[in-house]
């Protein structure tokens, strides 16, 4: 079963730069679309971005577009989340998960959490000074 696990979180300033891993075991990701999500502190989770299996096709909320960057290593069975210039509303927890594409507008970005998707334990991102 394809389990996936989340790091590279911590604590940083605003404006800071930081890369989050999301690693693979137990199975390929060659085939599935990826997303990354975030709950902050009383919040719900929320999409911040996803990307397809080989396409390269991408999609990214409103708040980080510009700011973050979606990327994948398949050989390696992993995705990446580089975040650049971080701020306070970015602090987090952050998962990745499988994802499904979904055709409505209004949601940012366009995923959501597969069928057969779970969530892991996620990793800790604060931006404070």
């Known amino acids: 079963q394809l389990r996936l696990v989340e790091s590279g979180g911590g604590l940083v300033r605003p404006g800071d730069s930081l890369r989050l891993t999301c690693t693979a075991s137990g199975g390929t990701i060659d085939y599935y679309p990826i997303g990354w999500f975030r709950q902050a502190p009383g919040k719900e989770r929320e999409g911040v971005s996803c990307m397809s299996p080989r396409s390269g096709m991408t999609d990214y909320a409103d708040s980080v577009k510009g700011r973050f960057t979606i990327s994948r290593d398949n050989a390696n069975r992993t995705v990446f989340l580089q975040m650049d210039s971080l701020n306070s509303e970015d602090t987090a927890v952050y998962y990745c998960?499988?994802?499904?594409?979904?055709?409505?507008?209004?949601?940012?970005?366009?995923?959501?959490?597969?069928?057969?998707?779970?969530w892991g334990q996620g990793t800790q991102v604060t931006v404070s000074s």
């Open positions: 998960a499988l994802i499904r594409w979904v055709p409505d507008k209004a949601v940012q970005p366009k995923c959501v959490l597969a069928n057969f998707g779970s």
